[in-house]
């Protein structure tokens, strides 16, 4: 016997509720597949913009794809509309399946291939189907119900689906990703999912399902929900095998702070790796390089007073402190995981020869740019030991109104540096911070410094095979009233790797490669994302 449904176009479906509890119902399973649906797209961008960097373009990417996906799953519905009880819950199914797996599957390509940017275009589009043909099922299957004018039904199902989609984009970061982190988080939404659309299915609309047909959509779910849960209850092996795969297998240290994820590497001090959201901040091996060349040129001058914004790890305060005269250091990080690794963990501590333990050291829990505008005190020395400029969540640290702040809090023939990444491998970012520099009043003297581990790789070593002149660090020092130069402190402590000689070899390497006509990056107009 051909379905049910088809003989009963255009009627009131044969209910076991009332109409209207029925048309509640269904509303009800709108709400919850929008919110879930908003749980698999906020997953995309969040553990894009981890994998791959640069979260306004993976935002842009899973957004357009979305919703032109949408449009493509909308006409196909078409084709389904005679069987829409059973057409539903199948796509439910299938979204939950899909969905599901999305940040498992990205996560795994990004571990073991290296490459997770087709799978988050192919997750965007498979999903945008599946959720575009949601809504003129439930259309039909609402109308069905209750029949209602179109305008009203229409009214009715947005409303849901709306609310939904906000209750979902709340419950994202605020409930599943703190309780239950990506991956796991992903699963539970999508048992959820198919849940919802299988008990919609199965108990309000059983009658119009022939037996074939409830036994499929029965199987499915089951199906479903089993592989989901068997995800689920694996998904800690599995982060453990991909963490290997992409840090190695000395992964000692693994924590997801309420800002990133953090990852310490290496047995001890000599060995030691930090990774914050995959990315390469430090490397014991030639850290050094680094934090010298960041920090003891801007210390040639008065240095009583020091100012760090980020440098959570407590390398560039461990340079600072190595200065008897030097009376206080306030260092302002976003992550307070990171200070209190610092802190605690014997080989990060050791490498930043216990910088917290000096009562110099003042370490304070904020965001550097909101820090810098409550900011009253003056300070001799700043130094912005930041992420990469290219880091979409790091632009407004490298605008012209974030120097303009930091120039504030300059003291009189006070200095300021800032890492502004790899100067040879991505001039216009590097020249581009040098000129917001100067767009906000500073005089700036730019210089760069080789190192071996200085392309801070994202996940695997992506800089191997490069040479190392390509993944030198690049930094500005700036003052407000005259230009600085790149030299040392007579009063500077033995260094390892800089002396006077190198550091004005530096300054003119750098400005051989200098790009001119550069607009400034603003707030309103960041610059930063060409060459990623």
């Known amino acids: 016997m051909i379905d049910q449904q088809v003989s009963l176009r255009g009627g009131a479906a044969r209910l076991p509720v009332r109409p209207r509890t029925g048309r509640y119902l269904v509303l009800a399973a709108v709400f919850i597949c929008a919110a879930c ?113 179109a305008g009203g039904a229409v009214a009715d199902l947005f409303a849901a689906d709306y609310v939904g989609a906000l209750v979902g984009g709340l419950a994202f970061p605020f409930l599943l990703l703190p309780m239950l982190g990506q991956l796991t988080g992903a699963l539970f ?40 849960a068997t995800a689920a209850v694996l998904a800690d092996d599995f982060e453990r095998a991909a963490r290997r795969a992409v840090y190695g297998g000395q992964v000692r240290v693994a924590m997801q702070t309420e800002v990133q994820e953090v990852v310490l590497t290496g047995a001890d001090r000599s060995s030691l790796d930090l990774y914050l959201d995959g990315r390469l901040r430090v490397s014991s091996r030639d850290e050094y390089r680094y934090h010298e060349a960041l920090v003891h040129p801007a210390m040639n001058g008065p240095h009583g007073r020091v100012l760090i914004l980020g440098g959570g790890d407590g390398l560039a305060a461990r340079e600072v402190l190595r200065y008897p005269d030097v009376r206080g250091v306030t260092l302002v990080e976003l992550d307070p995981g990171v200070t209190r ?37 003056r300070y001799d020395v700043v130094i912005a030991d930041l992420p990469d400029p290219g880091i979409s969540a790091s632009t407004k640290l490298y605008s012209a109104e974030f120097y303009g702040l930091a120039a504030e809090a300059l003291a009189p023939g006070g200095r300021l540096v800032v890492h502004a990444g790899p100067a040879v491998s991505r001039p216009r970012t590097y020249w581009t911070v040098e000129a917001s520099m100067r767009a906000a009043g500073l005089q700036t003297s730019p210089y760069r410094i080789s190192g071996r581990h200085a392309g801070f790789a994202v996940g695997p070593d992506r800089t191997r095979g490069r040479p190392a002149e390509a993944r030198g660090w690049g930094f500005v020092l700036a ?39 550069l607009a400034p990056s603003t707030l309103v107009h960041p610059r930063y994302w060409g060459e990623q």
């Open 341 to 377: 690794l610092a802190r605690t963990d014997h080989a990060l501590s050791a490498l930043n020869a216990h910088a917290y333990r000096d009562p110099r050291l003042t370490a304070v829990s904020g965001d550097a740019f909101s820090w810098l505008r409550a900011a009253h005190d």
């Open 189 to 228: 939404t999508g048992a959820v999912n198919a849940a919802a659309g299988g008990a919609l299915v199965l108990w309000v609309f059983r009658r119009d399902l022939t037996a074939r047909s409830r036994w499929l959509l029965i199987a499915a779910n089951v199906t479903v929900i089993a592989v989901l």
């Open 37 to 149: 649906g908003l749980v698999y797209e906020l997953e995309l961008v969040a553990l894009a913009s981890y994998l791959i960097g640069d979260s306004v373009t993976q935002a842009s990417v899973v957004l357009s794809v979305m919703v032109f996906a949408m449009g493509i799953g909308s006409l196909l519905a078409k084709r389904l509309r005679g069987r829409a009880a059973v057409g539903f819950g199948l796509i439910e199914a299938a979204l939950a399946l899909v969905g599901g797996f999305s940040a498992l599957v990205l996560y795994a390509s990004f571990a073991w291939i290296g490459e997770s940017q087709y799978a988050l275009v192919g997750f965007s589009l498979a999903i945008g189907i599946l959720i575009g043909a949601e809504i003129p099922l439930l259309m039909t299957l609402i109308q069905r119900v209750d029949r209602q004018d």
């Open 479 to 517: 003052g407000t009233a005259a230009t600085p130069a790149v030299g040392l402190d007579p009063g500077a402590p033995p260094l390892r790797s800089l002396t006077a000689p190198l550091l004005r070899d530096a300054g003119r390497q750098a400005e051989a490669g200098r790009l001119r006509g």
